[in-house]
């Protein structure tokens, strides 16, 4: 089996840009795809390649192998599953917070989908046993496509239950998850930047530093 | 053991009162309950108290107990504590994605506390197997709270990880996940009352249909 990873720099996690610069945004997506990729090894997952439309935004180093396609994200990566032979792992960049035992649980499922569903409707993590007959819709309700999908192939799916795995940071209000629950880069990062208004009877909240603050308005 | 749920039906959910009436939240926290108790007699609990300061708020027929207390959340459950002398399961009214399946593991845990977290830093299942030692304190960020309560008192710990169980339904934004992801009472509601925005790069959103504005807008 291998693994993907969607992966954009310039420019990425544009609903972050209330609170954090275009420069920020661009460290944190490095430091969240440097977590996923720990994790991705961490559980033994050997073969890792990164689909990005920009090879040089991708540091050296990450002992990954760099597939570049400058089509869409769903082209992208159907063009990508149409070459494989083995089964697939298609995980975001925006997934902090899943650990290496996630990634053991779903590539050990017998289903042929294993799908992680993301905040509204999305899909963070698919697993993917014959990428010969899935083709995968991102955008748009993915959840919901991706079920459909598995369906009208008559392909079986087990729906991956984690809060860890299911939080995908990419609104301000997921910040204060990766602080409370996170451990690696892109959380050490998060809490430099970022303090937590407590939420009295609400959720807890996370607002840029004024030192943040400062550079935003820059 | 036994089951405690925390219930206030009179003006419940303020943060939802951009999206649905007084009424409308007053019902929905009502079919909100059913869920969570008809979950947790599945898991198999017989003895579920409902802790209310308004005990004519809880419709007869449920099969549960009353424990009416006009003190605040946590003053409540804290004395409600001290007249327990067994494990005791703290489960909030607002979890209509929790599944009987979930309260099975947590109960069948050796840990001296489970904690489900909510979002933005809540506690939206705690599991005491030793009410005598254990005080709950909720509202700003609670799960570090109760992280540090055991930690304090030298109590194990375990977080339970689940997206479904984390799922407290207390801002708009958390509607769709109820919609996508929901079977019961509560999910039927809401897929009544609300429509569904595809996200296009983004999430999904829920927003009242037609028929709910109008009385929203009454």
């Known amino acids: 089996m291998r693994a993907v990873i ?35 090894k ?18 050296e180093g990450y002992g990954v192998s760099i597939v570049e396609d400058e089509a869409d994200l769903n082209e992208a990566l159907n063009s990508y599953l149409e070459n494989q032979n083995e089964p697939i792992l298609i995980i975001m960049a925006d997934l902090p917070l899943v650990r290496p ?15 992680v ?11 993917i046993q014959r990428p010969d007959i899935f083709r995968v819709k991102y955008y748009n309700s993915s959840f919901e496509n991706h079920c459909n999908i598995a369906c009208r192939e008559g392909l079986s799916l087990a729906k991956y239950d984690s809060f860890m795995a299911s939080t995908d940071i990419d609104e301000p209000h997921d910040i204060v998850e990766l602080i ?21 009877k609400g959720r807890v909240k996370a607002h840029p530093l004024q030192h943040s603050q400062k550079s935003l308005s820059s």
């Open 6 to 40: 969607p992966y954009k720099k310039e420019n990425a996690k544009s609903r972050l840009s209330n609170v954090m610069t275009k420069t920020q945004r661009e460290t944190f997506v490095e430091l969240m795809l440097k977590d996923v990729i720990g994790c991705l």
């Open 180 to 200: 409370l629950h996170g451990e690696g880069l892109a959380r050490e990062y998060a809490e430099n930047n970022f303090g937590k208004k407590k939420g009295g």
């Open 117 to 127: 569903p993301g905040k509204g409707g999305g899909t963070n993590v698919l697993y």
């Open 101 to 115: 035992e996630h990634i053991q649980d779903i590539i050990s499922s017998d289903e042929d989908i294993v799908i």
């Open 42 to 59: 961490e559980a033994g997952i050997t073969t890792i390649d990164i689909l990005t439309p920009s090879p040089k935004e991708v540091e």
